[in-house]
């Protein structure tokens, strides 16, 4: 996926309709999606926007931290996983972390780069703080025709 899309986003709400765009693109699609980013950088703010796409409120979607994968009830259904106390190897495999990205849903990764390598049909999503309440959000698998279209 060679498209490259930049964003930024002076808010939580942006950031939450940021979210909710790329859930509408990857819902019908049924592809996952790779965040990557700090600690506090808005992946789990992010999260919720796309959550809200698959009609889910904000307010239940929380860190996936201690869960690990966090199975939603939509259709199709949501996966949240977070990465964050992985390694990953063969713990990635223990846990089915696999089978969640290659399901009937839709997988959205917190931490990805402990997945190793990317799903080659996944959006990765960069977020970095761009100041106290600003963030740069960089998509790669969307263009613009894409993402205005949504």
Known sequence: ??????LLSGSEGETVA????????VKDRKIPVCLYGDLGAGKTTLIKGIGSAFGMSERDIGSASFLIVAEHDTVPPLYHIDLYR???G???H???IW???EGEGVAV???AERLGERP?????IFLQSAGSAEREIIIEGLDEKDWNNL
């Open 1 to 6: 996926m060679g498209n490259v899309l930049k």
């Open 18 to 25: 940021i979210g909710r765009k790329v859930g509408k693109y």
């Open 86 to 88: 992985i390694e990953g």
């Open 90 to 92: 063969e713990a990635l």
């Open 94 to 96: 223990e846990l089915g």
């Open 99 to 101: 089978e969640y990205m």
């Open 109 to 111: 990764v917190e931490w």
């Open 120 to 124: 080659s049909d996944a959006v990765a």
